[in-house]
């Protein structure tokens, strides 16, 4: 049964590993910040569908490295520690929920970034925030997972882009095409479907991996 203060104990410890060493979230930070100057310094006057475009190219490529860490960095004899104080589904959701927070940040932090350099041309930000967070959550999700897979694996730092683009590709697609859509007034409307469609995917990767995750990382 999933113990509700043993996740929320570790996603403190994940907190705490990060305050310690600090250096993998502040690199994924700048690296949004220099793509976003640099897409200013590129295009000044840029068009909405490639503002938005640019936008979900940088969030994806610049943050891989800080949220599939969760797993690339637990060798075994860590993972045989952990596995004494917490059911490995415990330490898999406490490590999906610490990847859900720092995508949403980083999320935030490059749609700022961008809209400091570049102006913002999304019309109903409302519905493009939860279509952020909703798609930030599911690549969270599927870093997180890919994370676990490659870790069992030799060379896991080069599978984990390799196994994650394939993952995310429908996940992309659906949430570039409905955030380009609150560029326009007239086809907002439509973004509830991919609303749905973007929730029941998340879902899906959600199930899949609380299946799966406790026969993998069984020694």
């Known amino acids: 049964m999933l113990r509700t203060r043993v996740v929320v104990q570790l996603i403190r410890a994940e907190w705490s590993l990060d305050i310690r060493r600090p250096a993998v979230l502040a690199a994924a930070a700048l690296q ?72 949403a940040a ?30 930030a959550g599911g690549i969270a999700s599927i870093f997180t997972w890919v994370g676990a897979l490659a870790t069992k694996a030799n060379q896991s730092a080069f599978l984990a882009p390799v ?26 409307s439509s973004t509830y479907k991919d609303l749905y469609l973007i929730g029941a995917l998340d879902f899906l990767i959600l199930v899949m991996a609380g299946i799966l995750f406790p026969y993998l990382w069984k020694e």
């Open 32 to 103: 949004l910040l220099t793509m976003a100057l640099l897409s200013f310094l590129t295009q000044p006057d840029i068009h909405g569908k490639t503002w938005n475009s640019l936008f979900w190219i940088t969030l994806i490529f610049c943050t891989l490295q800080a949220i599939s860490k969760n797993f690339l960095g637990l060798s075994r004899g860590r993972w045989i520690y952990w596995n004494q104080l917490a059911h490995p589904s415990e330490l898999l959701w406490s490590k999906m929920a610490y990847a859900w927070i720092s995508m």
């Open 163 to 188: 196994l994650s683009l394939p993952l995310l590709m429908p996940l992309i697609l659906v949430g570039m095409g409905a955030s380009a859509k609150c560029l326009n007034p007239i086809l907002v």
């Open 106 to 135: 980083f999320a935030v932090l490059n749609f700022i970034a961008f809209s400091a350099f570049m102006g913002m041309p999304i019309e109903h930000l409302s519905i493009y925030f939860l279509l952020v967070i909703g798609v």
